[in-house]
């Protein structure tokens, strides 16, 4: 099956200005996952769609991030505005949450490298 | 909110060693612990996970061990090889499709 999508791969901004990422997951992933990761550390989530809904945007800078997956399917995180500290790569990921098949794995796509200047 | 430990953060061995990475959590009600292989640039993989019903599961050179009771569990990779080589990440989560919580990461060098 193909593999989660993500565009762009790279982005450099400058502070204060918008950026906008996307994610197309594995198809049939009802799950859909935002991570972001800071050099030398963990991904940490940002937000989990259930389909189309918000399941947990517990840890989201609502002042400046947002996401949406409109038709349960592809979502985009966007940024607005950028500050130095959003310099990270953020990562998708989907899951099946079927408990019927082996298919409890989050996959995760290539990331899109964030640079903010 | 669950907390994962995640320790040593750098860790060089001798090919053919085994290498242990060990990791805490700290909400009792985590039920799921996978455990993640990113090399430099490329995304997280996942090479292994473990739930709470379960004490060890192995795969080939690889296994993890789950204590419950002390909250913690580890990975285990006999025979190192240099394509071992990367970063090495646990995770903790209420349940597998729940948002994982990673662990800080051990970058692991596995010297010819």
């Known amino acids: 099956e193909a593999g989660v999508a993500q565009s762009p791969r790279y982005k450099i901004i400058e502070k204060r200005q918008s950026v906008a990422f996307w994610c197309n997951p594995i198809?049939?992933?009802?799950?859909l996952y935002w991570y972001q990761q800071i050099l030398g550390q963990g991904p940490k989530l940002l937000i989990q769609?259930?389909?189309?809904?918000?399941?947990?945007d517990s840890q989201l800078p609502k002042d400046r991030f947002s996401a949406e997956r409109l038709k349960g399917v592809d979502s985009t995180l966007k940024i607005q505005p950028a500050k130095l500290e959003d310099s990270a790569v953020y990562l998708c990921?989907?899951?099946?949450?079927?408990?019927?098949?082996?298919?409890?794995?989050?996959?995760f796509g290539p990331g899109t490298r964030l640079t903010v200047t | 909110g669950e907390n994962v430990e995640q320790h040593p953060s750098t860790l060089s061995v001798q090919e053919g060693d085994s290498a242990v990475i060990k990791c805490t959590y700290s909400?009792?009600?985590?039920?799921?612990f996978p455990w993640y292989k990113q090399e430099l640039g490329k995304r997280p993989q996942l090479i292994i996970d473990?739930?709470?019903?379960?004490g060890e599961k192995k795969d080939q050179r690889i296994a993890v061990t789950l204590n419950k009771t002390a909250k913690h569990f580890s990975l285990h990779i006999t025979e190192t090889q240099p394509e071992d080589s990367a970063v090495y990440f646990c995770?903790?989560?209420?349940?597998?499709?729940?948002?994982?919580?990673f662990g800080t990461g051990t970058r692991l060098l596995v010297s010819p």
């Open positions: 990921a989907s899951s099946s949450q079927s408990v019927h098949k082996r298919s409890y794995e989050q996959y």
């Open positions: 198809s049939g992933h009802a799950t």
């Open positions: 769609f259930q389909n189309n809904g918000v399941v947990d």
């Open positions: 909400d009792s009600a985590s039920n799921y």
């Open positions: 473990i739930r709470s019903n379960v």
């Open positions: 995770a903790a989560s209420l349940w597998s499709f729940q948002k994982l919580v």
